[in-house]
């Protein structure tokens, strides 16, 4: 993620701000320009980074989601890219779900935009009807509700928006990480797999070779996994031991952990923590790109474990990349690089 600053007055912000706490001008992200820009009167003149406030407004779900992303505006309210994905979601009325459901949107807002940047394909339903995708974001509070991928829609308890829920669940499932954030870019592996690896020979026949059989019992497996768990010796060639449970959740662990090292990277070169190669542009792609990745990452990674243990914290990427996993994750990356336009 960017490091962001108030066009008007210079002022550092967050990704999330719609107001700058500094001189007061209203803000609203643009997806196109990566930016904050500032939202004004054109009476007030043209400046660089300042919209025209008569052709441009925040998000419809500026209250309800906290989007600070800008639209166009128009005789009926709009939602943004990233809100507008979103097929299901809790009712007005539901006082328990709605925070949980901001809280999501903030999440998905930061995938979205990440995966813009990547330029990987972002179809949705109004462009594919059928397996276009979305978001169900659900509240478990009535009924079952099963986080997941079906043919282009992403299912999200919001139950995962309470850190006590989520928390207790980590600990149950063993799972050293567990955040809304990685609960989606897992989901959108298993999207990008049904979008770009499974209509392809080539592809599918490397997945293979590396992930295993995509259409094995899924069902077996899961019952095998929570029965027995993962196998002995797990770590050397997984990145977790849910990836063990079944190919296409190996591949799904696999693509949530390149985003996570993208963005972490992405944002540290921002801040100046990695060099200014590590951000998210073409030059770290190609034949070589993934090796510049992957030498910039894993210092980057002990360092930062090493100021959360000065902090009393737990590690903030507790997890090893053996070379099996580096050779996923290198297809992985083959894949974003050959399938996104190289401009």
Same mark, same amino acid.
């Given at each position: 993620m960017r490091d962001f600053s108030c066009p008007k007055c210079g002022?550092? $912000?967050a990704f999330e701000n719609s107001l700058c706490l500094n001189c007061g001008s209203a803000l609203g992200f643009s997806l196109k320009d990566m930016a904050l820009l500032v939202i004004a009167p054109a009476d007030q003149g043209e400046h660089p980074g300042v919209v025209d406030s008569r052709r441009y407004r925040l998000c419809a779900n500026l209250h309800l989601a906290e989007c600070n992303w800008l639209v166009e505006t128009g005789p009926v309210p709009k939602l943004c890219i990233s809100c507008a994905l979103t097929r299901t979601r !809790?009712? %007005?009325? %539901?006082?328990?779900?709605l925070p949980a459901f901001a809280a999501a949107e903030k999440a998905k807002r930061r995938l979205i935009a990440q995966l813009?940047?990547?330029? =990987? !394909?972002?179809i949705g339903r109004d462009e594919d009807p059928a397996y276009g995708l979305a978001f169900d974001l659900l509240s478990s509070a009535d009924h079952k509700v099963f986080t997941g991928h079906q043919n282009g829609v992403i299912t999200l308890d919001l139950a995962e928006g309470d850190? +006590?829920?989520?928390t207790r669940l980590r600990i149950e499932m063993d799972e050293p990480y567990r955040t809304l954030l990685g609960h989606f870019r897992h989901e959108i592996g298993h999207y990008y797999f049904y979008r770009l690896v499974s209509p392809s020979q080539e592809y599918s026949q490397r997945f293979r070779e590396l992930f295993g059989d995509p259409d094995a019992d899924y069902q077996?497996? =899961?019952d095998r996994h929570y029965e027995h768990g993962a196998p002995p010796g797990w770590d050397d060639r997984y990145v977790s031991s849910y990836a063990t449970m079944h190919a296409s959740e190996d591949w799904a662990e696999t693509f949530a952990h390149y985003l996570h090292i993208? /963005?972490? $990277? /992405?944002t540290a070169a921002a801040f100046g923590f990695a060099p200014a190669g590590a951000m998210c542009e073409r030059t770290v792609l190609g034949s070589s790109g993934f090796d510049t990745i992957i030498e910039l990452w894993l210092p980057l990674a002990? *360092? $930062?474990?090493? +100021?959360?243990?000065?902090? *009393?914290? %737990? %590690?903030l990427y507790p997890f090893v990349l053996p070379p099996a996993v580096l050779e996923k994750m290198r297809f992985i990356h083959t894949i974003v690089d050959e399938i996104t336009p190289q401009k």
């Open positions: 002022q550092r $912000l !809790p009712n %007005d009325n %539901d006082a328990m779900a813009y940047e990547l330029k =990987l !394909p972002i850190d +006590v829920h989520r077996a497996a =899961l993208r /963005d972490t $990277l /992405d002990w *360092g $930062l474990n090493m +100021v959360n243990r000065s902090m *009393g914290r %737990d %590690d």
